[in-house]
């Protein structure tokens, strides 16, 4: 192990390298190009088999040690988002109004060098692993789900994923057995009203006032209708209903996302919504329009897995801490590879100490600490290999 962390060590600057090519030009989701591109080049120079255009954009390479052993899949994904960067940095995105604030920028350099390392000891390798470049992380349906389908899984014995964290101290490595983050679904309503002069309002059916009134009411779901033993989130993200300042809207639209651990709380909620949506609508007398969409499934972590990737991590020397971290809201399409093979999905400490002020994800000045990119690369590669050495048939 000892000879991989120095090969690792090695390749930092070239992962750091790498990082910032990918943050200077990000692709958004479902519209990456360039990047799988690269990444397929990266691993046809070091002799893997590749695959490109996997589900779509998505590329999966493989590397078979000399030795017999399990197949060992690693994931990372590396789409970017919609969002103006706002950091002053020499590497900042290039593309107007497309940013890596997320991270993924960091996991596919990770997994690059990552390959790039095993490669290096492939003589005493046992086993297979499959690297996994998931493309439309951030977007549903996602990436995932169709990679699956376009066989990516196939022979894969156990899968690992990363999160870099960047508002956890870095040397941190946080798992947690069974639900760990939430299911993620969408809602899209529109309220269709009748409008009219802003000085008639009795001439009107008022959507936006009748829009108000809804969004009030679907607050009320997850705390009355909900079990305060159960985890829900309800939240309106867009409330849109442009007009001049002396018209009453003729239509709204209301956009916003559901997110849940459990299927039954899950099924309560869109039912319950429709209700809602159905009844505030009767009472205004007004028509409507709702749209439910499932997205991705909670991600849930298989216990073995969960369990070898803790007692993993405490053999790198990097890890300050291994700590069970609380479930997150967040969503995560991981949690489609989890559904078809065992596996783990944890958090990887990577907060910038140097940094004035830390910024959350998805923030036009997120940002985070290169640094921990060669921990989590690590934690994977030490992972993979006893694993493989663990599970020897």
Known sequence: MNQLFNKLEDLYSEMVELRRHFHQ????????????????????????????????????????????????????????????????????SKVDGVMHACGHDGHTAILLCLAKALNAIQNELEGTIVFIHQHAEEYQPGGAIAMIEDGCLEGVDVVFGTHLRATEEMGKIMYKEGPFMAAADRFEIEIIGRGGHGAQPHLTKDSIVIASQLVVNLQQLVSRRVNPLDSAVLSVGTFDARNAFNVIANNVQLVGTVRTFKKNVKELMEKEIERVVRGTCLAADVDYKLNYVHGYPALVNHKTETELLKNYAKLVPDVKEVTEHEAQMGGEDFSYYLQHVPGTFFFTGALNQDAEQVYPHHHPRFSFDERAMLIAAKVMATAALSYSKSQRS
């Open 25 to 92: 030009y990000p692709e958004l989701s479902f519209e990456e190009v360039e990047t799988p591109k690269l990444i397929a080049n990266y691993h046809r120079e070091l002799g893997h088999d590749v695959r490109e255009h996997v589900g779509g954009r998505g590329v999966v390479a493989t590397l078979k040690g000399t030795k017999p052993g399990k197949t060992v899949a690693l994931r990372a994904d590396f789409d970017a988002l919609p969002i103006q960067e706002e950091n002053e940095v020499p590497y900042k």
